[in-house]
């Protein structure tokens, strides 16, 4: 009996004689000391045994390290973390964050921390707040760890997963186990299935994840990888063609605010308005001066400062387009390469003017709140001011389309654009006509350049970089007809955004002008001809 208790003691005395070391490791205020004299794969070690702790005290200590404000004290060799106090140093404890004296800064030995470490910190922070009380600290420790896999996180992680009630935390922290369990030493079953959850994440941060782990995966494993990454990359190649759609499609509204108001006075009048992208100018800045008084005065409205600058742009540049058709234009008339000349120097009178009272450099435009940021949909990122463009621009369509259709101005504007002599016979003042619709034009132009001024340099060259495009897109689409502007805006667009990747912005340009001279030489009258006696005469 008394040998056997004899026997019982000696095994329990070697037991905790073996334990002890593991258990003095495992103290978070041991092991932070023990990166005072770790090497830097030494100190790789430590960390991983840091957030195996699963001590949440330590995060001060290891955001610390990250920032390089983890020292060592040389009086007695303790680590700490340091704040500037004057020409000294105050010591704080990296568990407690109590105060532990101050020193001079010669007093202190700063503890290296290299990228490789960075890594390894933002690793075991993911691991350690991982069970935080908080959905939001839980979510974001789980993207790090998402963004940094690593084997030593997996039993955290997995730990953290059998917890979780969220399903959002949760769904990410699936998403976070799959990546770690990756590049752990788990079963080949585990590892496929971990392969598929990768591949289902989708876009190219999963595609660096399986290529990260290529060169040290199972044999067996590879042709799964393969097919994933193939599948991503499929994937990828449609929501990059679905991307530039809608930059095609963004572009392309641009261009049909900037043309469509062209698009009436070139199909009406047969006026060659070269000052049109001035117009466009002059609303951008309209907007720049509404913001400059909301600013000063009123500052609580600049979220409504485009609501306030559409009415005033359009106004301002309807008087100047009226001022324009009727002390000059209207004397040029049935004369188009006079009218051009005549409006490129208008064009340049206004641009001169705006340097004059502005000058020449960019002018501020702000975005109100709700044009800020972007939205992700599916594979996509879309801007929101580029959003609130798109459908800005159709209903300025739609509008003048309405106007057109169901007006007595549009019936008359439509009159004198099929058969201007019939329409005068009729007791339709022609002339007044042509002016209206001029000043409708430059109106519309106006309210091109507040929508401008959101996406654009707000300069006085901001019309020139629209005008050729707006005149590209009228012929193409066919003078006069605002369904074929519409069509031929964003079939421009479109067209100029698959092109620029492959042969360059200027090339792209050049070839689309190309095409659509090829085009006019089949088709004169453009995609949606004009129908009337005058016009076909």
Same mark, same amino acid.
């Given at each position: 009996?008394?040998?056997?208790?004899?026997?019982?003691?000696?095994?329990?005395?070697?037991?905790?004689?073996?334990?002890?070391?593991?258990?003095?490791?495992?103290?978070?205020?041991?092991?932070?000391?023990?990166?005072?004299?770790?090497?830097?794969?030494?100190?790789?070690?430590?960390?991983?045994?840091?957030?195996?702790?699963?001590?949440?005290?330590?995060?001060?200590?290891?955001?610390?390290?990250?920032?390089?404000?983890?020292?060592?004290?040389?009086?007695?060799?303790?680590?700490?973390?340091?704040?500037?106090?004057?020409?000294?140093?105050?010591?704080?404890?990296?568990?407690?964050?109590?105060?532990?004296?101050?020193?001079?800064?010669?007093?202190?030995?700063?503890?290296?921390?290299?990228?490789?470490?960075?890594?390894?910190?933002?690793?075991?922070?993911?691991?350690?707040?991982?069970?935080?009380?908080?959905?939001?600290?839980?979510?974001?420790?789980?993207?790090?760890?998402?963004?940094?896999?690593?084997?030593?996180?997996?039993?955290?992680?997995?730990?953290?997963?059998?917890?979780?009630?969220?399903?959002?935390?949760?769904?990410?922290?699936?998403?976070?186990?799959?990546?770690?369990?990756?590049?752990?030493?788990?079963?080949?079953?585990?590892?496929?299935?971990?392969?598929?959850?990768?591949?289902?994440?989708?876009?190219?941060?999963?595609?660096?994840?399986?290529?990260?782990?290529?060169?040290?995966?199972?044999?067996?494993?590879?042709?799964?990888?393969?097919?994933?990454?193939?599948?991503?990359?499929?994937?990828?190649?449609?929501?990059?063609?679905?991307?530039?759609?809608?930059? %095609?499609?963004?572009?392309?509204?641009?261009?049909?605010? #900037?043309?469509? +108001? !062209?698009? $009436? =006075?070139?199909?009406? @009048?047969? /006026?060659?308005?070269?000052?049109?992208?001035?117009?466009?100018?002059?609303?951008?800045?309209?907007?720049?001066?509404?913001?400059?008084?909301?600013?000063?005065?009123?500052?609580?409205?600049?979220?409504?400062?485009?609501?306030?600058?559409?009415?005033?742009?359009?106004?301002?540049?309807?008087?100047?387009?009226?001022?324009?058709?009727?002390?000059?234009?209207?004397?040029?008339?049935?004369?188009?390469?006079?009218?051009?000349?005549?409006?490129?120097?208008?064009?340049?009178?206004?641009?001169?003017?705006?340097?004059?009272?502005?000058?020449?450099?960019?002018?501020?435009? %702000?975005?109100?709140?709700?044009?800020?940021?972007?939205? #992700?949909?599916? +594979? !996509?990122? $879309? =801007?929101?001011?580029? @959003?609130? /463009?798109?459908?800005?621009?159709?209903?300025?369509?739609?509008?003048?389309?309405?106007?057109?259709?169901?007006?007595?101005?549009?019936?008359?504007?439509?009159?004198?654009?099929?058969?201007?002599?019939?329409?005068?016979?009729?007791?339709?003042?022609?002339?007044?006509?042509?002016?209206?619709?001029?000043?409708?034009?430059?109106?519309?132009?106006?309210?091109?350049?507040?929508?401008?001024?959101?996406?654009?340099?707000?300069?006085?060259?901001?019309?020139?970089?629209?005008?050729?495009?707006?005149?590209?897109?009228?012929?193409?689409?066919?003078?006069?007809?605002?369904? %074929?502007?519409?069509?031929?805006?964003?079939?421009?667009?479109?067209?100029?955004?698959?092109?620029?990747?492959?042969?360059?912005?200027?090339?792209?340009?050049?070839?689309?002008?190309?095409?659509?001279?090829?085009?006019?030489?089949?088709?004169?009258?453009?995609?949606?001809?004009?129908?009337?006696?005058?016009?076909?005469?």
């Amino acid at each position: 009996m008394t040998m056997r208790f004899l026997l019982q003691f000696i095994f329990i005395l070697l037991t905790m004689g073996f334990a002890a070391p593991s258990l003095a490791q495992s103290d978070p205020k041991d092991l932070i000391d023990a990166l005072a004299k770790a090497s830097f794969k030494q100190a790789e070690e430590l960390l991983t045994q840091i957030a195996a702790t699963g001590d949440a005290r330590v995060v001060p200590a290891l955001e610390a390290f990250a920032e390089g404000d983890l020292y060592v004290r040389k009086s007695d060799g303790a680590v700490v973390i340091t704040k500037a106090v004057g020409a000294n140093l105050a010591a704080i404890d990296p568990l407690t964050g109590e105060t532990a004296g101050e020193a001079p800064k010669a007093g202190f030995t700063k503890i290296k921390v290299n990228n490789t470490l960075r890594r390894a910190i933002r690793s075991a922070l993911g691991g350690l707040t991982l069970m935080s009380l908080d959905k939001a600290v839980r979510l974001q420790a789980a993207q790090q760890v998402l963004q940094s896999p690593s084997a030593e996180n997996l039993d955290l992680v997995e730990a953290a997963l059998a917890k979780e009630t969220d399903s959002e935390v949760k769904a990410r922290m699936e998403e976070a186990r799959a990546v770690s369990l990756l590049a752990s030493d788990r079963s080949v079953e585990e590892k496929r299935a971990a392969i598929d959850m990768v591949a289902s994440l989708g876009g190219r941060e999963a595609i660096g994840i399986l290529m990260t782990v290529s060169s040290s995966i199972d044999e067996s494993l590879k042709p799964d990888l393969d097919k994933a990454i193939a599948g991503i990359e499929g994937d990828l190649a449609l929501w990059d063609a679905a991307q530039n759609v809608w930059y %095609g499609i963004s572009l392309g509204s641009v261009l049909l605010l #900037a043309a469509i +108001g !062209l698009a $009436i =006075t070139f199909g009406v @009048m047969g /006026i060659i308005n070269m000052a049109h992208g001035e117009m466009v100018m002059i609303g951008a800045y309209s907007t720049f001066m509404v913001q400059q008084v909301i600013r000063t005065s009123y500052p609580d409205l600049f979220d409504w400062s485009l609501a306030i600058a559409l009415p005033v742009a359009f106004l301002v540049t309807a008087v100047i387009g009226l001022v324009i058709e009727r002390g000059v234009i209207r004397f040029l008339y049935g004369r188009p390469l006079e009218t051009l000349l005549a409006t490129w120097g208008i064009s340049l009178i206004l641009q001169q003017a705006i340097r004059t009272i502005f000058g020449p450099t960019n002018q501020e435009v %702000g975005n109100p709140s709700w044009m800020s940021g972007s939205f #992700a949909l599916g +594979g !996509l990122t $879309i =801007t929101w001011n580029r @959003m609130w /463009i798109v459908l800005f621009s159709l209903t300025i369509f739609f509008a003048l389309l309405t106007l057109m259709k169901r007006s007595a101005f549009g019936l008359q504007m439509r009159a004198v654009t099929q058969n201007r002599r019939m329409a005068s016979s009729m007791g339709i003042r022609t002339p007044w006509v042509d002016a209206f619709t001029f000043a409708l034009g430059s109106g519309i132009a106006g309210i091109a350049g507040v929508a401008l001024s959101q996406i654009d340099n707000v300069s006085p060259n901001l019309g020139q970089a629209y005008i050729i495009d707006s005149f590209m897109v009228v012929v193409f689409g066919g003078v006069g007809n605002l369904w %074929g502007t519409f069509v031929g805006a964003l079939s421009l667009g479109v067209l100029n955004k698959f092109l620029e990747p492959s042969v360059g912005a200027v090339l792209g340009k050049i070839l689309v002008l190309v095409l659509i001279i090829l085009f006019i030489q089949k088709r004169p009258r453009g995609l949606f001809a004009l129908k009337g006696r005058a016009v076909e005469a």
